[in-house]
């Protein structure tokens, strides 16, 4: 079963960078697209980025292009979110989450599309 597990979630100062880690239980190889999420109080659910099964594409939500970047390591059943210049807008609970398959040419940033998810990890940019 796969099950996946953020961490990295700090409170920051604007301006500031974290690094988002999120692993998963089983080596996800090339059977799994990869994707962040975000969810601010009284917000619904935004894509913040994908990756597709080999890596080979990416996609990031406008809010935080320029920004984030993110990545995959298969050897070490990782997936990271690099956040740089962070707001105080880019607060929230910031989530994990897996699409099961093979897609090696495209990633999808819409929630519904996703069939695992992890626990989620706050952050917060505060001064």
Same mark, same amino acid.
């Given at each position: ?44 659910? =935004? ?41 105080? =807008? ?38």
């Amino acid at each position: 079963q796969l099950r996946l597990v953020e961490s990295g979630g700090d409170l920051v100062q604007p301006g500031g960078s974290l690094r988002l880690s999120c692993t998963a239980s089983i080596n996800p190889r090339d059977y799994y697209v990869f994707g962040w999420f975000r969810q601010a109080p009284g917000k619904e659910r =935004e894509g913040v980025s994908c990756v597709t099964a080999r890596g080979g594409y990416t996609q990031y939500g406008d809010s935080v292009k320029g920004r984030f970047t993110i990545a995959r390591d298969d050897s070490k059943s990782a997936v990271y979110l690099q956040m740089n210049r962070l707001q105080p =807008e880019d607060t929230a609970v910031y989530s994990c989450a897996a699409l099961a398959g093979s897609s090696w040419l495209t990633c999808p940033l819409d929630r519904n599309e996703y069939d695992t998810w992890g626990q989620g990890t706050q952050v917060t940019v505060s001064s």
